[in-house]
């Protein structure tokens, strides 16, 4: 048994009652023809003692509810839910509850509610309205801007705690800095008391075929094609990039970009704390509406399924040989020219869901992003490495901003004096006219 483990629950399984053109989960309805999509109470109190029994020297157990839209359960679904984590709850235990959920169903009651059970919302948005409308949709095609930020701002004047989960897909890739300053100048600005404000970056990477599983390939994982709506590998390390330059400047110790966290963890020689970077994985685990439970909420293919609660316990599924070989898997399977790269400390080859690339040496396994994520991580080595030094010394990583603020200043004076024929102060190698200098002299 993981000494801490996850479950992501799916109480009405893949269905949602939008339709964004990239969604993984929606094809998900077909490994269950028929199915209601709807979580039993049988099944919820099951779990919910299973959970809670089966992590005896936990001080937390977070509760994580995720679809399809969660919220088309109703909300008697969610009192139920509360009203049995307190039925099985031990003295001292603290238990949370996070909802990720595309906003669009909320209304005073829902948000009343997560507000006395300290929900915290996860919000899908994927930035302001053209973008987040290019995949976003509902079922009839219908923009959904206006929905979800209706919901949020519904959120916000509840005094819900919510963070934004933005996909980084090929409509909003190209502008990270628009993106970015949105989350920031339009809706964080908008949350009560300045309070910090979390924001997380998925990359679509969606694999050319139906379900995302093949009978073919023996139901694995198919196609090492993606979707033209996937961001381009490049493309997704230019993104966190652009985010990055414009937060380290401005926003540090208020605005949470969570790779960047995970970044600086493991800088700082920790464990990067995400499964994604991990070396190795297997303790977040997605239960299906009929109490299924699969490795892994990207993994919920027949091959991957461990068994049912109702058949066998759940510590027993978790703790199965089937779910340990999963999650060594991952470092197991890490090619060669992984295992000797410079950013392999904090990448770990990223998900084995993304490893449908072979290496140049010819060898399967390396990850799609590739490019994209050693450009990220190599970009952000020097402010890491401050930051990192920071906190050892016990000062706030913050400084980083006011350093790079005198670097920058500093750089400033020397363009100011350097001539057109002379190597560019930024040390680039270039000629001054030819790098920093176009823009002193196009300004002349
Ligand atoms: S397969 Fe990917 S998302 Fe799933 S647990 Fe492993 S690293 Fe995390
Ligand atoms: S940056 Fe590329 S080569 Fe390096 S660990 Fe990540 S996936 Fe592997």
Redo the contacts with the bound molecule.
């Keep these: 048994m993981p000494r801490a483990y996850h479950v992501m629950v799916k109480p009405r399984g893949a269905i949602c009652n939008l339709e964004c053109a990239y969604c993984y989960f929606l094809t998900k309805e077909q490994l269950y023809p028929n199915s209601r999509f709807r979580m039993s109470d049988a099944t919820l109190e099951s779990f919910t003692r299973q959970y809670i029994e089966s992590q005896p020297a936990a001080p937390e157990v977070t509760f994580a509810w995720q679809g399809g839209e969660p919220t088309l359960m109703g909300l008697d679904f969610f009192r139920r839910a509360v009203e049995l984590q307190q039925k099985y709850r031990r003295p001292g235990l603290r238990i949370s509850n996070a909802i990720q959920t595309n906003a669009t169903t909320l209304d005073p009651d829902w948000c009343r509610f997560f507000r006395r059970h300290d929900f915290l919302l996860g919000i899908s948005l994927d930035g302001p309205r053209d973008v987040h409308d290019f995949y976003r949709r509902d079922k009839g095609g219908r923009p959904t801007f206006d929905r979800v930020m209706a919901g949020l701002r519904l959120a916000q004047e509840h005094g819900v705690e919510f963070n934004i989960l933005c996909t980084v897909h090929a409509a909003n890739a190209p502008h990270p800095v628009e993106v970015y300053r949105f989350f920031r100048d339009e809706v964080a600005a908008q949350s009560r008391g300045g309070a910090p404000f979390f924001i997380q970056f998925i990359p679509i990477v969606e694999r050319d075929n139906e379900t995302g599983y093949s009978p073919a390939a023996g139901l694995a994982y198919e196609s090492a094609q993606v979707t033209e709506r996937s961001v381009q590998a490049a493309q997704y390390g230019e993104f966190l990039i652009g985010v990055f330059d414009e937060w380290v400047r401005r926003d540090v110790g208020r605005i949470y970009v969570q790779i960047f966290d995970t970044a600086l963890a493991a800088w700082l020689g920790e464990r990067p704390g995400l499964c994604v970077y991990e070396e190795t994985c297997g303790a977040a685990l997605v239960m299906e509406h009929n109490g299924d439970l699969f490795a892994c909420d990207h993994f919920v293919e027949p091959r991957c399924l461990l068994g049912n609660i109702s058949d066998t316990a759940l510590s027993d599924l978790v703790a199965s040989p089937q779910q340990h070989a999963f999650g060594m898997a991952k470092w197991e399977t890490l ?1 060669a ?2 295992r000797r ?1 410079e ?2 400390f904090v ?4 998900c084995p869901k993304n490893r449908i690339r072979t290496t140049p040496d010819g060898e399967p396994g ?2 799609y ?2 490019e994209g ?2 450009l990220f ?1 190599t970009h952000i080595d020097a402010p890491m490495r401050f930051m990192a030094n920071e906190l050892r010394n016990r000062r706030p990583p913050a400084n980083i901003m006011a350093f790079l603020a005198e670097q920058e200043q500093k750089l400033e004076a020397k363009f100011a004096c350097a001539g057109r024929n002379e190597p560019c102060p930024c040390g680039s190698g270039k000629k001054f006219k030819l790098c920093h200098g176009r823009r002193t002299i196009s300004n002349t």
């Design positions: 090619p020219c992984c790269c950013v392999r990448c770990n080859g990223e390396l990850n992003l590739c994520l050693k991580f």
